[in-house]
């Protein structure tokens, strides 16, 4: 079983709709949770992190359900910008400050 | 934040030779990241470089394949040994992770294995 497990997607969404990614971990000692963006061609990008008690970020929300070790991104009023690939990130193991990646969910918003 | 550069950014290799990537930060770093991004694939990482003492290798990844050198705080090298197409990626050198997660990456090294 991966550590990190993601639905590859594409999703293909018009412009303004909302569109919710999921994320599974397999690690219940992970402690610390993200998301990533990652454009074609580019380098990944932190975009939120995601904490217990859920959060926001303008269009993005995320939240944590540790009991079922699941993590998801809402994103609201979706733009043509916001087209890329979301990566879901894990730190697994305390002291251990490298991250897991999952393999990433491509959005592909269309006008 | 970091700035991270990596050469080659992208190179063209024949089958059974080496290829050596350079990364250097703008600042001191304990950590240094190698990651892997074969096509179509998210990352994986392939060892972290520690200053001081040998690298930490991932399952799968060898010190014969990567050896990685790590000279001084800002620097790290990883080169990939005798190489097959099956070695074909992006190769990314990144910095930070931890508790709050933002790691910073180099622009990768595309390797083609021909």
């Known amino acids: 079983r991966k550590e990190v497990e993601q639905d590859p997607g594409p999703f293909n969404v018009p412009e303004g709709a909302t569109v919710a990614f999921n994320c599974t971990y397999s690690?219940?000692?992970?402690?610390?949770f993200f998301w990533y963006r990652q454009d074609c061609r580019k380098e990944p990008k932190l975009l939120m992190s995601?904490?217990?008690s859920g959060n926001e970020d303008g269009r993005f929300t995320a939240q944590l359900n540790r009991a079922s070790q699941y993590i998801s991104l809402l994103i609201r009023d979706s733009k043509l910008s916001d087209s890329a690939t979301y990566l879901c990130?894990?730190?697994?193991?305390?002291?251990?400050?490298?991250?897991?990646f999952g393999s990433g969910t491509r959005l592909q918003v269309q006008p | 934040s970091a700035v991270i550069s990596q050469k080659p950014s992208r190179d063209i290799c024949q089958r059974g030779t080496s290829l050596t990537i350079q990364c250097q930060v703008d600042?001191?770093?304990?950590?240094m990241f190698w990651y892997r991004q074969q096509p179509g694939q998210s990352l994986t990482l392939i060892a972290t470089?520690?200053?001081?003492?040998?690298?930490?290798?991932e399952s799968g990844f060898v010190i014969d394949k990567f050896p990685i050198s790590r000279p001084n705080l800002t620097f790290s090298t990883l080169t990939v040994s005798n190489m097959s197409p099956e070695d074909s990626s992006i190769y990314l050198c990144?910095?930070?992770?931890?508790?709050?997660?933002?790691?910073?990456f180099g622009e990768g090294s595309r390797l083609t294995v021909l």
């Open positions: 990144s910095v930070g992770g931890g508790q709050t997660g933002e790691l910073f």
């Open positions: 690690n219940s000692a992970s402690q610390s």
């Open positions: 995601v904490y217990s």
């Open positions: 990130v894990v730190n697994g193991i305390t002291g251990r400050r490298a991250l897991t």
């Open positions: 600042s001191q770093v304990t950590m």
């Open positions: 470089a520690n200053q001081g003492s040998e690298a930490t290798y």
